[in-house]
């Protein structure tokens, strides 16, 4: 396999081996009239593929303030420097025309270590007195159509995969680290020409950034950036990004494995220390071995009977998700969940009498209600004001939900700075007295993992101004100690699946998981590393078809299936199939929390697919395969594959016959399982263990 070179921004022009043709031929030229640099073309050399638009946009982009006069300038690699010079491994762009005393202003592009195997390019800025950075778009490159067979993968949630998106005119944004942005690389590729350039920010930090594709059918490209704004303070000291370019033979899956080869090696919110050959060793066994959920919001009277039936219905260990357990509305008055609703104790010990049922109550890990008793300020100005997000005015951030206040006006909820000892403390609270007190077996923090950094601008909070990873790693804190304190036999989840939280949560909700063309890249890249649950399950007129959908893509994408209202087992109609799913996924429950997701099956023959209403949001029209199609393997302590498990799952109502293309020789093993065409019956989910 070709997997090319990560050399940065313009560097490996300098550097590129006419003689190697496993390296991409790229060029870079300084440009005489006003100095600077610019990448002129990248070439693969193994296709003689090429990958660079006509139009080259700059390396970088600053915005730059003068501190002294109050203006904002943006700076370009491609002109305007005063200065281009090499020295050693590095170039230099000093002194940019136009910014008066900015002499000292110099940006830096650090050359690969090709004897190194390190692919990885470096930029950074040394002292710039008078002026401060405030954003900086880096790995900026405009690619050229390959044509209708390219496509494009981004880290929307689960993975989206977009077909032709220069002529499908794509504009994707999204804000790392979040539920919609949840890991920091993209892929263009073309399978039909067997080329594709991975693209990525460092696996090492979690710095917020957004992350553009922009497709511009007049100039025939797709533009790639990422765009970070920096943090305030500090910026008298050097500072380095990395990113990364690199050609590749593929698709999609063959991106999320490099991705997490360099997650695994680098990132700082990876829990290898945590993890053995039972997977996560700071995880309990039930919430690993777990394969069903309800989401239920029944009073404390009724719920121990509601969970009896659904988990004797199903026969095996289930966990519910209890909202609304608390005596304040849902969305309103946060963050004081206590008092329960009376009962609410005695139901959970009742629920959990069996050691076959788990409950895990909603709190909120983000916000703190600006009238947070009723239609009164009880604690926002005197405790929760000074511990609030601020934004560059000073003023806090605050998000809506639709929930109303008792005079009808909408509830406004405030971003909190986890970085404060004010918030830390009160999630602290309300975790470890749902634990201890009322005895849940876990607790969900909404939000942590599904809103982006708010960029905080108090500098009574102690951390750096504005962008950086500070955000997350106050997060880490906070919930280390919360973990430090908690029962070793519980559990903690929150919203969505943004990365670097996999350290300090056991469980990601990942009912969000409902677009088009999505693809399993973030269960590729952490699965059994973090187990993830639930998706939304809603009604309509095609909610047959809908369910049977999500829950089949669930199976074949690891996740813990359900997140489902308990009365469906009184559904003679939908139980059934759903009942089949789940009692599939309890059977080859270890792959999912000891194994490793491997490549997708595909098939020989085009399979009919099918279309419903997922009612995600309004109306939400998904289109999949007829049949869906996962695999995941298990591995000896030398990472040899010690057996494997394919899925298929026909969620049509007619059968459908095809020969199955696996690529066994990936994961070292033979089997005779596949060398005739398989029928796939409707409804019936299909499971071949191989190896074992």
């Not at 638009?53 to 370009?76: H, Q, Y």
């Not at 800025?125 to 044509?147: C, E, M, S, W």
Request: hydrophobic share 35%; aromatic share 14%.
């Amino acid at each position: 396999m070709n997997w090319g070179v990560a050399l940065g921004y313009y560097t490996s022009a300098l550097l590129a081996d006419d003689s190697n043709n496993e390296q991409p031929a790229q060029r870079i030229t300084e440009n005489k009239k006003g100095k600077g640099l610019r990448l002129l073309s990248l070439v693969d050399k193994k296709t003689k593929t090429i990958l660079s638009a006509r139009e080259s946009v700059p390396l970088f982009t600053a915005e730059v303030l003068d501190k002294k006069t109050g203006k904002t300038f943006t700076i370009t690699s491609d002109d305007g420097w005063e200065n281009v010079q090499r020295k050693g491994k590095e170039i230099f762009l000093s002194n940019p025309v136009g910014l008066p005393g900015a002499e000292k202003l110099e940006i830096f592009f650090e050359m690969p270590f090709l004897e190194e195997n390190n692919f990885m390019s470096c930029w950074g800025v040394y002292k710039i007195d008078r002026y401060q950075l405030r954003n900086v778009t880096l790995a900026q490159i405009a690619l050229r159509n390959f044509g209708q067979n390219m496509k494009a993968f981004y880290p929307h949630a689960s993975g989206v995969v977009t077909e032709n998106p220069v002529g499908n005119e794509l504009h994707w944004k999204g804000t790392y680290p979040s539920g919609w942005c949840s890991m920091q690389y993209t892929a263009v590729y073309d399978e039909t020409k067997n080329v594709g350039l991975y693209i990525a920010a460092d696996s090492i930090g979690s710095y917020v950034r957004d992350i553009r594709l922009d497709a511009d059918s007049a100039a025939d490209s797709l533009t790639v950036r990422f765009e970070r704004p920096l943090p305030l303070d500090n910026l008298n000291n050097p500072m380095r990004f990395y990113a990364e370019w690199r050609t590749f033979q593929g698709d999609w899956y063959d991106a999320a494995v490099m991705y997490r080869d360099d997650v695994r090696s680098h990132a700082d919110w990876y829990p290898r220390k945590n993890l053995g050959p039972d997977g996560r060793t700071d995880t309990p066994q039930w919430m690993k071995e777990l394969s069903v959920w309800a989401l239920c919001s029944d009073p404390p009277e009724k719920m121990p009977e509601t969970m009896r039936k659904f988990t004797d219905a199903l026969g095996i260990p289930t966990a519910v998700h209890w909202y609304n357990w608390h005596q304040i509305p849902f969305d309103n008055d946060y963050p004081h969940f206590f008092p329960a609703k009376e009962g609410f104790k005695e139901a959970v010990a009742e629920i959990q009498k069996n050691g076959d049922c788990y409950v895990m109550p909603y709190i909120n890990g983000h916000l703190w209600d600006t009238r947070d008793k009723v239609l009164d300020d009880f604690q926002f100005t005197s405790v929760a004001l000074p511990a609030t997000a601020k934004k560059e005015d000073g003023k806090p951030y605050i998000e809506t939900y639709g929930s109303k206040e008792s005079d009808g006006s909408p509830v406004e909820l405030a971003a909190m700075c986890p970085a404060t000892d004010v918030w830390k403390n009160k999630v602290s609270e309300n975790v470890l007295r749902l634990l201890n007190e009322c005895g849940v077996a876990g607790v969900y923090v909404d939000q942590v993992a599904a809103q982006h950094p708010n960029l905080c601008f108090d500098p009574t909070h102690g951390h750096p101004l504005a962008g950086g990873d500070w955000w997350n790693k106050a997060y880490w804190e906070m919930f280390e100690k919360i973990r430090n304190e908690m029962p070793k036999d519980r559990m903690l989840t929150t919203e969505c699946n943004a990365e670097p939280f996999v350290n300090i949560f056991d469980g990601y909700l990942t009912w969000h998981f409902q677009y088009q063309d999505q693809v399993p890249a973030f269960a590729a890249v952490y699965g059994g590393a973090v187990q993830m649950f639930g998706r939304a399950y809603r009604g309509g007129p095609s909610q047959v078809l809908a369910d049977r959908m999500k829950a089949a893509q669930q199976l074949v994408y690891g996740e813990q299936i359900g997140w489902i209202d308990p009365h469906i087992v009184d559904n003679a109609v939908l139980f059934p199939f759903f009942k089949e799913i789940v009692l599939m996924r309890y059977k080859y429950r270890d792959y999912f929390y000891k194994g490793e997701m491997i490549r997708p099956p595909k098939f020989s023959e085009k399979i009919p697919t099918v279309t419903a209403d997922w009612q995600w949001s309004g109306e939400w029209i998904i289109t999949t395969d007829a049949v869906l199609t996962g695999a995941w393997r298990k591995t000896d302590e030398e990472g040899k594959t010690t057996s494997a498990v394919f899925f298929f799952v026909n969620v049509s109502d007619k059968p459908i016959t095809s020969r199955v293309k696996v690529r066994l020789d990936e994961v070292g093993l033979e089997s005779k399982a596949f060398d005739e065409p398989l029928t796939f019956e409707p409804g019936v989910p299909l499971a071949i263990e191989v190896g074992k």
